[in-house]
């Protein structure tokens, strides 16, 4: 697997791969979620996009938030055609690797806190649960992964 970076071309499978990857998790929190209803081109404009592409179109996408103290996983979605295939672990590690490059000493990301198997999973890759936020229409769960800073 080898990520590379959007273009504006890409915003159309990137929206399309984005609704069958989150649609499903809106039955569990009962909201739209964030990425999903995201406008794209500002996203591409301002964060680092990643694709994975695979035979019949995008099999994964990342977002990356690199501007702050740590590299923030802003949205990372599989197509359910390509799930089970460790795209998503992948995908992770390639966010940590990132985040040395960039001279990070850390990546967070956040989810809506009634995704008890997306919070599982995110705990079985070293990220550790820092705080929940409550929005007026959501429960986040902030997690954190901590590691050495590139140098």
């Known amino acids: ?10 915003i159309p499978a990137i929206v399309a791969l984005t609704q069958a990857a989150y649609l499903p998790n809106e039955a569990i929190i009962g909201v739209p979620s964030l990425p999903r209803i995201a406008d794209y081109n500002e996203v591409l404009a301002r964060h680092e996009v990643w694709l994975v592409d695979g035979a019949s179109g ?79 229409d959501r429960r986040l769960t902030h997690m954190r992964k901590i590691f050495s800073k590139a140098g």
């Open 1 to 10: 697997m080898t990520p590379r970076r959007a273009t504006p071309a890409d």
């Open 58 to 136: 995008l099999d994964a996408a990342l977002v990356l938030e690199t501007g702050a103290a740590d590299l923030v996983v802003w949205s990372i979605a599989v197509a359910p055609q390509a799930a089970g295939r460790g795209l998503g672990a992948a995908l992770m590690a390639f966010a940590e690797e990132r985040g040395r490059e960039l001279g990070h000493g850390s990546v967070r990301l956040y989810t809506h806190a009634s995704l008890a198997r997306r919070i599982d999973w995110y705990e079985r890759l070293g990220f550790t649960i820092t705080h929940h936020e409550d929005l007026p």
